[in-house]
């Protein structure tokens, strides 16, 4: 089946400090990608759409120059945090879509952490 | 925004028993997915659903969707304590939304042995 990864798991950083997050679809090319965030006991909530070769789409109250995506092939999209601040701790997740199909696949998550 | 209401959102049941989980929302939908959450993991795609009236079964678990595509509901029988999860439903949207999804606040199941 499809595979999503995202790098790093976990990540511990300073306030005001840039994080960068990847996602990786690992056996399938992925012409979109979605990036959500989800705070604890909440649900997903979907930040911006990732298309290859374009700029990302954000969705109302999401930062883009906050959140920088940059989608530069069909397996990698990268979200960079920057000047991270403690409210922006939460779970980031992407999902990846196979081209000509609706499904979206889930990577497991990256954990940031702003102290 | 098209809202999906997720309920109950917390569900504690002992093994054996059953369960239905309910997706409501005043929109349509062109698709509703449901998906399964482990702490500190990404969702898990159960089943997606298109068309209204539609039931689907996945060995102990059987989805619909409503007549009208507006809502949804997924029913566990004799639930076991691996079926302990976060449950989410989530709906693609008919207009200008191809591919984004509208998650539910989710309902957390708990089945105890």
């Known amino acids: 089946g499809a595979v999503v990864s995202q790098h790093p798991s976990r990540v511990i950083c300073k306030s005001g400090t840039s994080v960068k997050i990847e996602c990786r679809s690992l056996d399938f090319q992925a012409t979109t990608m979605f990036w959500y965030r989800q705070f604890p006991k909440q649900s997903l909530m979907l930040m911006a759409t990732s298309n290859e070769g374009s700029k990302a789409t954000y969705e109302q109250g999401v930062e883009k120059d906050k959140f920088l995506i940059n989608h530069a092939s069909l397996t990698l999209s990268t979200l960079t945090v920057t000047s991270a601040h403690p409210e922006d701790s939460s779970f980031y997740i992407c999902?990846?879509?196979?081209?000509?199909?609706?499904?979206?696949?889930f990577g497991p998550g990256t954990r940031l952490t702003v102290t | 925004t098209q809202l999906l209401e997720q309920s109950p959102q917390f569900l504690s049941i002992q093994e054996g028993e059953n369960l239905t989980v309910y997706c409501n929302s005043s929109?349509?939908?062109?698709?509703l997915q449901w998906y399964r959450q482990e702490p500190g993991e990404g969702p898990v795609l159960l089943v997606t659903?298109?068309?209204?009236?539609e039931v689907k079964k996945l060995k102990r678990l059987t989805f619909q969707f409503g007549d009208a595509r507006k809502d949804s509901s997924l029913h566990i029988t004799a639930a076991q304590p691996g079926d302990t999860g976060l449950y989410l439903c989530a709906g693609e949207g008919t207009t200008d939304s191809w591919g984004k999804l509208q998650f539910g606040a989710g309902t957390q199941v708990v089945v105890t042995p």
């Open positions: 659903v298109v068309t209204g009236g």
């Open positions: 999902s990846a879509m196979l081209a000509g199909e609706e499904e979206q696949y």
């Open positions: 929109s349509v939908f062109s698709s």
